[in-house]
């Protein structure tokens, strides 16, 4: 399901319009299609799965360029199609954007967020 941007249009740019777009096709097609977890193990492993799904299809972009928009963007599109999904996204949010914004040069060097990315 595409996000609703009528009301935000004016603060979007294009490449905002495209990423929700781009957002809700990705979860409509690679996360909504998947069965919801029966137990917590079960839970468990696919949130593990889903933070690499979202870190290969880069929709953890956003956390790491610090475009809020963008990651709630993001988030409405992995909302509508699994809320474990969108928690998996927060998660990595919360986090990460702490020591994206404190952790200077030590932590670019050590790849740090360059491997926080890819889930």
């Known amino acids: 399901m595409m996000p609703d941007t009528d009301v935000v249009r004016a ?34 492993t696919e ?13 953890l972009r956003p956390i790491l360029a ?4 963008g990651c709630c963007l993001v988030r409405e599109a992995l909302a509508a199609a699994s809320p474990l999904a969108d928690a998996v996204f ?4 919360l986090g990460s954007t702490p020591l994206i914004i404190a952790g200077g040069s030590a932590l670019r060097i050590a790849g740090f967020r360059a491997r926080s990315m890819v889930g």
């Open 11 to 44: 603060f979007l740019s294009q490449g905002h319009l495209a990423m929700a777009a781009e957002a809700a096709t990705f979860a409509g097609n690679d996360i909504a299609p998947r069965p919801e977890p029966r137990d917590d193990r079960s839970a468990r």
């Open 47 to 59: 949130a593990r799965e889903l933070l690499g799904m979202l870190g290969r299809g880069g929709w």
């Open 66 to 69: 610090q475009d809020l928009r």
């Open 90 to 93: 927060a998660l990595q949010a």
